[in-house]
T-cell receptor, first 115, second 114 residues
Framework: DTEVTQTPKHLVMGMTNKKSLKCEQH?????MYWYKQKAKKPPELMFV???????INESVPSRFSPECPNSSLLNLHLHALQPEDSALYLC??????????????FGPGTRLTVL | AQSVSQHNHHVILSEAASLELGCNYS??????LFWYVQYPGQHLQLLLK????DPLVKGIKGFEAEFIKSKFSFNLRKPSVQWSDTAEYFC????????????WGAGTKLIIKP
């Protein structure tokens, strides 16, 4: 299994809603990442988890809250988002993080629209 | 700070034309280099990568890239493009200087006319 899966594929939420994005990989990777991608732009790193511990938070607003329940799962909890947070949210994984590691494998993303 | 430059934001070619997309990075130390592709409505896929060894690397779908250390470049090439190559192409670099985070180029939108 060489896939990173993400659910849901699409999400529309109001600014007062609470929702969660989910990511799963079964490649035995110990590093997982959340990225935000705006249209026609490269991905922007949000969070990095290494061995289930948060190792990088790229100054992301607290309305985004990551969680890594185990080595295969990564969640992104959303609360009180703004319309400018509408974007494609990508999950990725790699064998390890913050080292001379090989490539990151990306999931298909969740297309988030905040009304 | 380390940066990655992709020279062309938009490239339009006819089928069977040859392709070269430029990528330059600013870091002088050891780097790992990647080209990712994002087809319309699909997720980012790795086209090819360079870690060490032969500077000419071959990837999927007939793509190749050449690492020229003296020019800090990692240009992507394909001798004959197809309509299905229409996509966004991203060059990315990671290195000790970036704490091995991926540093991305701005992307090149490639449109192949049938």
């Amino acid at each position: 299994d060489t896939e990173v899966t993400q659910t849901p594929k699409h999400l529309v939420m109001g600014m007062t809603n609470k929702k969660s994005l989910k990511c799963e990989q079964h490649m035995g990777h110990r590093a997982m990442y959340w990225y935000k991608q705006k249209a026609k732009k490269p991905p922007e790193l949000m969070f990095v988890y290494s061995y289930e511990k948060l190792s990088i938070n790229e100054s992301v607003p607290s309305r985004f809250s990551p969680e890594c329940p185990n080595s295969s799962l990564l969640n992104l909890h959303l609360h009180a988002l703004q319309p400018e947070d509408s974007a494609l949210y990508l999950c990725a994984s790699s064998r390890k993080a913050l080292a001379n590691s090989p490539e990151q494998f990306f999931g298909p993303g969740t297309r988030l629209t905040v009304l | 700070a380390q940066s990655v430059s992709q020279h062309n934001h938009h490239v339009i070619l006819s089928e069977a034309a040859s392709l070269e997309l430029g990528c330059n990075y600013s870091y002088g130390g050891t780097v790992n280099l990647f080209w990712y592709v994002q087809y319309p409505g699909q997720h980012l896929q790795l086209l090819l990568k360079y870690f060490s060894g032969d500077p000419l690397v071959k990837g999927i779908k007939g793509f190749e890239a050449e690492f020229i250390k003296s020019k800090f470049s990692f240009n992507l090439r394909k001798p004959s493009v197809q309509w299905s190559d229409t996509a966004e192409y991203f060059c990315a670099v990671n290195a000790l200087d970036s704490n091995y985070q991926l540093i991305w180029g701005a992307g090149t939108k490639l449109i192949i006319k049938p």
